[in-house]
């Protein structure tokens, strides 16, 4: 699945959430500075939204949908459930 506008607003000024503690914390602000990607926190499960509109502040799309899933970076981040081997 790729996406091109946000379902919201049409808008093509959209990113992904990033999710995670980040390991190169200066790289990290340098991107959310630059609106290529929205800080989403630490935690994640299911049901988090994987985009995000720079226009509208709209978030959509989840987890548990396998097409998203590859939007998360493992190397930015961990997922909870790996952390507890749940």
């Not at 959430?17 to 500075?33: Q, W």
């Not at 630059?34 to 926190?41: A, Q, T, V």
Request: aromatic share 14%; glycine share 8%; charged share 20%.
């Amino acid at each position: 699945m790729t996406v091109s506008s946000c379902p919201n607003c049409t808008s093509p000024n959209i990113c992904p959430i990033a999710y995670g503690y980040p390991g190169d914390e200066e790289e990290y602000l340098k991107l959310v500075a630059e609106k290529k990607i929205f800080p989403g926190g630490c935690l994640i499960d299911d049901n988090n939204p994987v985009w995000y509109c720079n226009n509208c502040g709209h978030k959509w799309g989840n987890y548990r949908n396998p097409d998203n899933i590859d939007s998360f970076d493992y190397d930015q981040g961990f997922n909870i459930n790996e952390v507890y081997d749940q």
